[in-house]
């Protein structure tokens, strides 16, 4: 078999094919070594078109492996089902005579999922009971809105525009840590390092401090649960007039996990790293995203006072994705700030406003 890597904005697939069909997809799955072959492109470029919403049906060959007779017959089903609709387990069931329960196994060790469909299945009762790819039921639930309604927008767009709907606008300082050995080093440095910042990033904070002081002088203080944000928090309020201030952090605000990626070096790392993609036993895009909007959401509803939030590259990035503050390929240095407030006119569809704090003020 041959195999390829497709990323999307729900995690990177992979595809493999076997004599000329496409026989296999796994979501997130480790990586290996790639070839070309056409039947793969094919289905690549179905991929791509789908999520860009100029393709409602696949036809890229498949083919079954695995599976009981009886479960290819479901596979056969769900193929069918089309764009934009679902069926419940017990109407499919009931017209291949057998069992709910046993469609939903068959359901579940569905080899080609996205391709034949089968998150368009779900519960009698509307309810989204389960799902084997990607994130399991939050997965199934972007792909079913995705499809029904949003047939003219890109599921990043529809995506963020439902998770940005849902915070306050309410304007915050962002900021991200200083610099660890691992920034130094250029060292993957995600969720499961708690890493402290070395003597420049403490230097950094402190001089962010100072600029901040310059602005305002934050009496809400929201940072991640690993220590650099925490060391970094300390530093900047070391520079404050008043040095009494409400504290708290949340999980949320933590950086992606990596998985098996964190820790390794560039040169350690299998190829191009896209940021779509998921690495072994670490967070997908989607997942990333959405912690931070809840999170965001949380800390602004719990916030009277306008907070500062001091956080990761991730969580300044999905801030970009979300809210339009900032460019979405702006990448962030330690210790840069910024101030952001929402749209002047009041809407959850403007890009918030976002502005760099600089030596001397805003």
């Known amino acids: 078999?041959?195999?390829?890597?497709?990323?999307?904005?729900?995690?990177?697939?992979?595809?493999n094919d076997h004599e000329n069909h496409?026989?296999?997809?796994?979501?997130?799955?480790?990586?290996?070594?790639?070839?070309?072959?056409?039947v793969l492109e094919h289905a690549a470029e179905e991929i791509e078109a789908y999520f860009n919403q100029d393709l409602t049906k696949f036809t890229v060959?498949?083919?079954?492996?695995?599976?009981?007779?009886f479960q290819q017959k479901v596979w056969q089903a769900i193929a069918e089902i089309p764009f934009g609709e679902t069926v419940t387990y017990g109407e499919l069931?009931?017209?291949?005579?057998?069992?709910?329960?046993?469609?939903?196994t068959a359901c579940g060790k569905n080899p080609v999922p996205l391709i034949i469909p089968c998150h368009r299945v779900v519960g009698d009762d509307g309810k989204l009971t389960g799902y084997s790819g990607g994130d399991g039921t939050l997965t199934k639930r972007v792909l079913l809105g995705f499809e029904k309604q949003a047939k003219h927008e890109h599921l990043n767009l529809m995506l963020w525009r439902e998770l940005r709907e849902a915070i306050p606008q309410k304007p915050f300082y962002f900021m991200r840590h200083g610099e660890t050995d691992y920034n130094k080093n250029l060292i993957l440095q995600?969720?499961?390092?708690?890493?402290?910042?070395?003597?420049?990033?403490?230097?950094?904070?402190v001089k962010a401090g100072k600029r901040i002081a310059e602005v305002f002088n934050?009496?809400?203080?929201?940072?991640?649960?690993?220590?650099?944000?925490?060391?970094?928090?300390?530093?900047?309020?070391?520079?404050?007039?008043?040095?009494?201030?409400?504290?708290?952090?949340?999980?949320?605000?933590?950086?992606?996990?990596?998985?098996?990626?964190?820790?390794?070096?560039?040169?350690?790392?299998?190829?191009?790293?896209?940021?779509?993609?998921?690495?072994?036993?670490?967070?997908?895009?989607?997942k990333v995203v959405s912690r931070i909007a809840v999170a965001l959401e949380d800390i602004l509803n719990k916030s009277d006072e306008t907070p500062l939030i001091v956080a990761h590259g991730a969580v300044a990035r999905c801030m970009g994705d979300l809210l339009g503050a900032w460019p979405q390929d702006h990448?962030?240095?330690?210790?840069?700030?910024?101030?952001?407030?929402?749209?002047?006119?009041?809407?959850?569809?403007?890009?918030?406003?976002?502005?760099q704090i600089h030596e001397g003020g805003l």
């Open 93 to 104: 069931a009931k017209d291949l005579g057998t069992s709910p329960r046993a469609l939903g």
């Open 190 to 205: 995600g969720g499961l390092i708690d890493s402290s910042i070395n003597e420049t990033g403490q230097q950094q904070a």
């Open 61 to 69: 060959p498949t083919a079954f492996k695995t599976g009981t007779a």
């Open 218 to 286: 934050p009496s809400v203080v929201w940072h991640s649960e690993l220590q650099r944000t925490k060391q970094t928090m300390e530093g900047v309020l070391s520079q404050m007039p008043e040095k009494q201030c409400e504290i708290d952090n949340r999980f949320g605000l933590n950086e992606r996990s990596f998985g098996l990626f964190d820790g390794k070096s560039a040169d350690e790392l299998p190829g191009l790293f896209h940021y779509y993609q998921c690495s072994p036993e670490g967070e997908t895009w989607l």
């Open 331 to 355: 990448r962030f240095q330690n210790c840069e700030a910024w101030y952001v407030e929402p749209p002047k006119d009041g809407t959850t569809t403007s890009p918030w406003q976002g502005k």
């Open 1 to 15: 078999m041959t195999a390829k890597t497709v990323y999307t904005p729900l995690g990177s697939l992979v595809l």
């Open 22 to 38: 496409i026989v296999d997809l796994s979501w997130n799955a480790e990586h290996f070594h790639e070839q070309q072959s056409p």
